[in-house]
């Protein structure tokens, strides 16, 4: 699985609290019946309204990983722009066609 460098130096510098919010990301994830795909659809949608060029490459990559269609990843995309706005949506947009064609 790809990890961003500057999330291993994070890791490496603050393991505690590192486990930590990964231990908080893992309950969220555990309190519900979503399956894992729709979960990483969900905070897909997430990461997009946030503008985070990371969280969307990285939630996209998982999808994909889980058996989501290109199609499915980008309807989440899409589906974003009318709440954040044409520019947001372009942007990830861009971000995911990324991960797409280079199987990032």
Not at 36 to 50: D, M, N, P, R, S
Not at 55 to 68: C, T
Not at 72 to 81: H, T, Y
Request: proline share 5%; with cysteine.
């Amino acid at each position: 699985m790809y990890v961003p460098e500057i999330f291993k130096v994070f890791m490496l510098e603050y393991p505690e609290v590192a486990d930590s919010f990964k231990n908080i990301g893992d309950l969220c994830s555990g309190a519900g019946p979503m399956d894992e795909k729709t979960k990483h659809l969900v905070q897909l949608g997430i990461a997009v309204g946030g503008e985070s060029k990371g969280a969307v490459r990285s939630h996209a990559r998982r999808a994909l990983e889980l058996g989501a269609k290109p199609e499915e990843i980008m309807q989440a995309v899409l589906m974003s722009g009318t709440m954040i706005g044409f520019p947001g949506m372009i942007a990830a947009y861009g971000w995911v066609k990324d991960v797409l064609s280079a199987g990032d």
